[in-house]
């Protein structure tokens, strides 16, 4: 046999320094500007202006509202057609759950100002409610994908042997299906919260004046005020809750994972912002 | 089947036969996978359904557990027809392949699953406006779950082991486990999907053993699908032998053993010589140029017939020794543990010898079969028919494809015709393209000087011919049949089914 002259790990190499340049520079540079004052000196007051001021609390509450109502839609939504795709009657038909991704394959402003236009024509108006629509219609694929893939990856043998054991049809759920599914259904839900939490070109397209959110007004305060400092500090306590979550949702995915479905490896963590 | 009838109605008063299956039939997307089966199993018995890969066994199992339905024919579990009952009503249990253990739940939960949604009898209750007691039913308590898991896990051999994650067991635990979980629900027939399969040699046979005291211990009937013949021999009270969704053969081990139905039983179950001979007379057989005396008679008169003889049957004496007409070099041996196999060349076929006596490599012996070593089996089939259409001028259809024949009749075109090719007429090309049709050699039996294979064509019917070559499974080839080797006679349709269906027709002797 012969010696492998370099180590596999050098292909590793090109993403690291696309990451270091693209993605730990600038969170330094976050740091960097929560921390400087104006005069360019270390200070706290940007975190000081942040917190005492209400509206960012309501902001940031309103915004995980948002978040968790999108999240929740998503999952009631996505879970039964997920099931239903991932039947072995319907799975040998992808195009179904093609139907389902084809519109990620849109650009994403021209959906959602066509999503506008047909909302306008049955007289919903821009509001909270518009917005939410807006989110689930974006990130229901995000919530499918993980769960159907950890429903048509589970070995049907399961769902046998419980059958086999007495188990009906409901019963074989809940006991069998649902649990096996739940690190799909963590996956989906952090897929779903972590980036409708830091999104804001849906609330601004569709929520009119109601559904302002934290990422609007980060926005707002780098865009048009040109106020750096106040900015990166929100975006870093914005940060500091996201990290949170996900901890949180790994340390459940790990906690579930003891049930080793073959499907559990798909919990990808990550958020987009838009 | 006239052995189960005869059976069935003696025992029909006393519910003898747990399990019935009459004329089952499973189509998947149009491949014909079990074949009008019917069989009847005994109270208590372990039995075992015994096949290659792909021969229907497993399908079978399934549709006696419920998860298939058959397309045609039913089953009866103590005379109730259950052939539309779903798996979770039956009184039957199963151990799956690959175990199939909840990986969510530890080993105590796994076991009582069925348990906790099992409902029994409870106190009757009295009916408030009548009086009367009417049945009702109740889960299991928690102590009468604890009682019965740990009743099962101590019958496995795994006390102790309830908290245990399914997940840290080895091979054989989770089988244990596997096992546990299906008899905890005392079912009336315990079903086994090749339950050893995954394990080791030295595990298989620690739990062959095992399993058949935990049969005779619990006295509940077992179904048990295989295909290691071995496995099947050890373990069977009944084999039944299964080969393209048609049952070969029903016996006791040894009568399966000793008494094959047929060439393919016999090549199927151990280690034999198969050959064709000619039966002289009644109690003569000859084969290889000699006469021997044999046990069987009632055939024709110079009727081919094949022939089973087992390995350890035959018995080599050094040249010289007149015990034998029969001469052979020896040109292989191979030291098996406790005797020598060596492969024994006579010029017409090679027999393959077991003894515990090493004649060394290139020796010449003589060799003797006792009479009784000698079993006999009808040819299944000599030759192919199809009801099929003339195509042309001289041609005819066959399998999807014309093929040439002797019109001296003047057969017209669209004329339907009884189509007869004897197995030894018909030629294999390697390149399917040199054929008038293409085909997989699906079987291949050694029958002494000549093999005999079966193709299947591209139209889902087979071909059987008789080949000096020898082929490899799966193999693509063509097929040719030259025009004097195609029989072509009128048919004239007198059946309603027969109309549609063509078929290759079996000559069939001593199948079941």
């Known amino acids: 046999m012969k010696k492998r002259a370099f180590d596999k790990g050098i292909f590793a190499f090109p993403y690291m320094i696309l990451s270091a340049i693209f993605i730990i520079f600038p969170l330094v540079l976050v740091l960097v500007y929560a921390f400087r004052g104006v005069d360019g000196k270390f200070t706290f007051d940007n975190f000081a202006q942040v917190f005492t001021n209400p509206t960012n609390y309501m902001l940031i509450l309103k915004t995980i509202g948002i978040a968790l109502i999108t999240t929740a839609i998503c999952l009631l939504i996505a879970y039964p057609v997920a099931f239903v795709l991932a039947s072995s009657h319907f799975n040998k038909h992808t195009i179904l759950a093609l139907l389902f991704i084809i519109p990620m394959w849109m650009n994403f402003v021209l959906r959602m100002y066509a999503l506008q236009s047909l909302l306008n024509m049955i007289n919903v108006k821009d509001s909270f409610w518009a917005a939410i629509i807006g989110m689930v219609y974006d990130y229901l694929p995000f919530m499918l994908l993980p769960i159907y893939t950890s429903l048509v990856n589970m070995d049907k043998s399961y769902v046998e042997a419980s059958r086999d054991l007495g188990g009906g049809d409901v019963q074989t759920f809940f006991r069998i299906t649902f649990p096996l599914s739940v690190p799909g259904i963590i996956s989906g839900i952090l897929m779903v919260f972590m980036p409708t939490f830091s999104s804001y070109a849906i609330t601004d397209i569709l929520g009119g004046t109601e559904a302002s959110v934290i990422g609007g007004k980060i926005n707002t305060l780098f865009g048009e005020r040109l106020t750096w400092g106040l900015g990166s500090a929100l975006s870093f306590i914005l940060l500091v809750i996201v990290i949170v979550v996900m901890v949180a949702g790994n340390l459940i995915t790990r906690a579930s994972n003891k049930a080793k479905s073959d499907a559990a490896d798909n919990s990808i963590v990550g958020g987009r912002i838009r | 089947m006239a052995e189960n009838t005869v059976a069935l109605k003696a025992g029909a008063e006393k519910f003898d036969k747990i399990i019935e299956i009459r004329n089952v039939t499973k189509v998947f997307d149009d491949v014909t996978v079990v074949d009008d089966m019917s069989l009847s199993i005994k109270r208590g018995d372990f039995v075992t359904l015994l096949g290659p890969s792909g021969c229907g066994k497993t399908t079978l199992l399934r549709m006696i557990a419920g998860f298939e339905t058959p397309t045609k024919g039913s089953i009866f579990l103590e005379k109730q027809d259950v052939t539309a009952i779903p798996p979770h009503k039956r009184p039957i249990n199963t151990v799956f392949q690959k175990y199939a253990l909840f990986p969510h739940l530890n080993v105590y939960n796994n076991i009582a699953f069925g348990l906790k949604l099992a409902k029994v009898d409870g106190e009757p209750k009295k009916d408030k406006k009548t009086g009367e007691l009417k049945p009702t039913l109740r889960k299991y308590t928690k102590d009468e779950i604890r009682g019965k898991v740990e009743r099962a896990l101590k019958i496995v051999g795994l006390e102790g082991y309830g908290s245990r994650d399914v997940n840290s067991l080895s091979g054989g635990q989770q089988q244990r486990v596997a096992i546990a979980r299906a008899i905890v629900l005392e079912?009336?027939?315990?079903?086994?999907?090749?339950?050893?399969?995954?394990?080791?040699?030295?595990?298989?046979?620690?739990?062959?053993?095992?399993?058949?005291?935990?049969?005779?211990?619990?006295?509940?009937?077992?179904?048990?699908?295989?295909?290691?013949?071995?496995?099947?021999?050890?373990?069977?009270?009944?084999?039944?032998?299964?080969?393209?969704?048609?049952?070969?053969?029903?016996?006791?081990?040894?009568?399966?053993?000793?008494?094959?139905?047929?060439?393919?039983?016999?090549?199927?179950?151990?280690?034999?010589?198969?050959?064709?001979?000619?039966?002289?007379?009644?109690?003569?057989?000859?084969?290889?140029?000699?006469?021997?005396?044999?046990?069987?008679?009632?055939?024709?008169?110079?009727?081919?017939?094949?022939?089973?003889?087992?390995?350890?049957?035959?018995?080599?004496?050094?040249?010289?020794?007149?015990?034998?007409?029969?001469?052979?070099?020896?040109?292989?041996?191979?030291?098996?543990?406790?005797?020598?196999?060596?492969?024994?060349?006579?010029?017409?076929?090679?027999?393959?010898?077991?003894?515990?006596?090493?004649?060394?490599?290139?020796?010449?012996?003589?060799?003797?079969?006792?009479?009784?070593?000698?079993?006999?089996?009808?040819?299944?089939?000599?030759?192919?028919?199809?009801?099929?259409?003339?195509?042309?001028?001289?041609?005819?259809?066959?399998?999807?494809?014309?093929?040439?024949?002797?019109?001296?009749?003047?057969?017209?075109?669209?004329?339907?015709?009884?189509?007869?090719?004897?197995?030894?007429?018909?030629?294999?090309?390697?390149?399917?393209?040199?054929?008038?049709?293409?085909?997989?050699?699906?079987?291949?039996?050694?029958?002494?000087?000549?093999?005999?294979?079966?193709?299947?064509?591209?139209?889902?019917?087979?071909?059987?011919?008789?080949?000096?070559?020898?082929?490899?499974?799966?193999?693509?080839?063509?097929?040719?049949?030259?025009?004097?080797?195609?029989?072509?006679?009128?048919?004239?349709?007198?059946?309603?089914?027969?109309?549609?269906?063509?078929?290759?027709?079996?000559?069939?002797?001593?199948?079941?």
């Open chain 2, 187 to 512: 079912p009336k027939v315990l079903l086994l999907d090749e339950p050893l399969g995954a394990l080791d040699l030295k595990m298989r046979k620690e739990m062959q053993i095992e399993l058949k005291n935990i049969h005779r211990n619990l006295g509940i009937t077992f179904v048990y699908v295989t295909h290691d013949q071995e496995e099947a021999l050890t373990m069977s009270d009944k084999i039944v032998v299964i080969n393209d969704g048609v049952i070969q053969q029903i016996g006791t081990p040894k009568k399966i053993y000793d008494e094959p139905a047929n060439a393919f039983v016999a090549d199927f179950i151990g280690e034999s010589n198969i050959l064709s001979g000619t039966m002289i007379a009644d109690f003569k057989v000859s084969f290889c140029d000699k006469i021997f005396e044999c046990e069987d008679k009632g055939f024709a008169k110079n009727e081919k017939v094949d022939l089973v003889i087992r390995p350890e049957d035959i018995k080599l004496h050094k040249q010289g020794s007149g015990k034998s007409e029969l001469q052979g070099k020896v040109i292989s041996s191979v030291f098996k543990g406790t005797d020598y196999e060596m492969i024994v060349d006579t010029g017409m076929y090679e027999f393959t010898v077991q003894s515990t006596k090493e004649f060394p490599v290139d020796s010449l012996v003589e060799f003797s079969v006792e009479p009784n070593a000698i079993h006999i089996m009808k040819k299944l089939r000599t030759i192919n028919t199809f009801i099929t259409t003339v195509t042309g001028e001289n041609t005819v259809e066959i399998c999807g494809g014309d093929f040439e024949f002797d019109n001296s009749f003047g057969f017209e075109k669209g004329e339907r015709v009884r189509v007869s090719v004897p197995f030894d007429k018909i030629e294999l090309t390697d390149d399917e393209a040199d054929g008038v049709i293409g085909g997989n050699i699906g079987q291949s039996y050694y029958k002494g000087a000549y093999y005999q294979v079966q193709v299947y064509t591209d139209d889902d019917r087979d071909f059987y011919l008789d080949t000096h070559d020898e082929w490899d499974i799966d193999d693509r080839v063509g097929i040719v049949i030259p025009p004097q080797g195609i029989i072509v006679e009128k048919y004239v349709e007198t059946d309603e089914e027969e109309k549609t269906e063509e078929t290759t027709e079996e000559v069939s002797g001593e199948s079941e």
